[in-house]
């Protein structure tokens, strides 16, 4: 995985502006791991990609996460603070393609969701929908008392779509979460994908400031900026701002 330069993440993040989170983090996978096509990064299984960006992310920003949760019982915020090794699934050497659910006479072959699934369902307006077309874009055989069906019943979807999470457990991170206000206790998704994109909006807009307030004091051009390490445009910031 290659180190980004500011010029190149903010790149990324102008193209991604406006697109959907799929598409925003393939691109920066794309642009971190050049050797790989977008396609290929697209048909990876979600926690396999998410795998890839945890690694980026730590990469980019440090290992800590800092993230805040709204209480759903008293509405009070709160802080999370956590390593990405504590979210951080060990990945087996060798991906398996098809997955099987038994459930009562039916047995249900499956595949894992891939980014490629996430942008076939992205517009759907109802979350239900969504669901239901990617659980069937994973399907891959249904039997019934060991015959072939092309039936799928609904008593089956929250099962099949549990032993998807537990064949995928990178892709649907979930992290215990107890109120210090009320004591509430809940779980919350965590998604790698939006949160990364989030925070390197927020560094993108600062380093947009950090150029504004360099070009207008000594007339460079933003690529010269961009070109200085860090601790080099600190230093010229430092003097700027007194």
């Known amino acids: 995985m290659h180190v980004l330069t500011a010029s190149a993440l903010l790149r990324v993040w102008d193209r991604g502006v406006g697109q959907s989170s799929v598409t925003q983090v393939l691109s920066l996978l794309a642009e971190a791991i ?7 990064l697209a048909r990876l299984p979600i926690g396999r990609r998410d795998a890839l960006l945890l690694a980026l992310r730590e990469q980019l920003f440090g290992s800590r996460v800092q ?4 209480c759903p019982q008293c509405r009070d915020s709160l802080d999370l603070v956590f390593e990405v090794d504590q979210i951080r699934v060990p990945l087996k050497s060798e991906t398996q393609e098809e997955f099987v659910c038994d459930v009562d006479d039916y047995q249900v072959t499956f595949r894992l969701p891939t980014s490629e699934d996430l ?3 992205v ?13 069937e874009r994973c399907l891959i055989r249904v039997m019934h008392r060991g015959e072939t069906t092309t039936a799928f019943p609904s008593s089956l979807a929250e099962p099949v779509i549990e032993r998807m999470a537990e064949a995928d457990p990178q892709g649907d991170v979930e992290l215990a979460v107890t109120c210090a206000a009320c004591g509430y206790q809940w779980q919350v998704l965590f998604d790698i994908a939006s949160f990364v994109w989030r925070e390197i909006g927020a560094w993108a807009k600062r380093l947009l400031g950090e150029v504004h307030l360099l070009a207008s004091a000594y007339g460079w051009a933003e690529g010269d900026i961009l070109r200085m390490s860090a601790w080099r445009r600190q230093c010229y910031l430092d003097m700027v701002q007194g």
């Open 34 to 40: 050049p050797k790989t096509a977008v396609g290929e």
């Open 67 to 70: 993230t805040v949760v709204v």
């Open 119 to 121: 942008m076939m369902v």
């Open 123 to 135: 517009h759907k307006p109802e979350p239900g929908a969504a669901k239901q077309l990617l659980l």
